[in-house]
């Protein structure tokens, strides 16, 4: 993503917002423990056993298509560095593990933020348009766990349908990082109702009103 390139560059080739993120602490954990110049027989044992726990951490990342595959791959191959009991070989795996996490971290912020301004755009073409009642809430395909996205896409907290809410009580997106879920314009017509006068009036809050009285020359 060019977005993530600009706010980070690990080659610091640019003035890169994102800075080199630190290992997670059961990793670095693990990188102290490993760099012991002391190590005896029972602190091997206990090492393989840090090795093992963090192994488990490891494996939670990466699944049902979450956006750190590359991110496991390296801390996957910094552990195996451990093992290896290279002093080169962890080096550059530390190297790798940092620089991506560094990459996630500022891939994360581009989607979000990249969401966030879509946002603020469809918000600034619709919510003036009198023939725009409500808003609905489009779950993206690529959604790996279950969270409040789909609560907002199955819920019909005012009574015209799953995932749809007047345009002044619609949850703000994204709704978490990495959200990639929008939302679809409702017009008075799929609802039954001539204009959206009738949704406004059940649901009427005061950043409405000023464009409501607008519209409507109240």
């Not at 060019?2 to 994102?18: H, Q």
Request: charged share 30%; aromatic share 8%; with cysteine.
């Amino acid at each position: 993503m060019k977005l993530a390139w600009a706010l980070y560059d690990g080659n610091n080739t640019t003035d890169n917002v994102v800075r080199k993120q630190m290992l997670p602490k059961y990793l670095q954990d693990v990188v102290n423990f490993s760099r012991r110049s002391d190590l005896g027989e029972n602190d091997v044992i206990a090492l393989q056993k840090l090795v093992r726990k963090a192994g488990r951490m490891v494996d939670r990342l990466a699944q049902n298509g979450a956006p750190d595959k590359a991110l496991k791959t390296s801390y996957k191959e910094l552990l195996d560095a451990v093992e290896s009991c290279s002093d080169k070989a962890l080096k550059r795996a530390i190297q790798t593990a940092v620089e991506e996490k560094s990459r996630y971290v500022a891939e994360r912020i581009a989607r979000t933020e990249s969401a966030r301004a879509w946002y603020q755009g469809f918000l600034k073409d619709t919510m003036d348009a009198p023939d725009v009642v409500a808003y609905r809430w489009v779950e993206s395909t690529r959604h790996p766990t279950e969270d409040i996205c789909d609560e907002y896409a199955t819920v019909d907290a005012y009574g015209l349908g799953p995932g749809i809410f007047p345009k002044d009580k619609a949850p703000e997106l994204p709704a978490h990082p990495h959200c990639l879920c929008h939302y679809e314009k409702v017009y008075a017509s799929e609802l039954g109702i001539s204009d959206w006068r009738q949704i406004v009036e059940d649901n009427l809050s005061e950043d409405l009103q000023p464009m409501y009285n607008r519209t409507y020359n109240r």
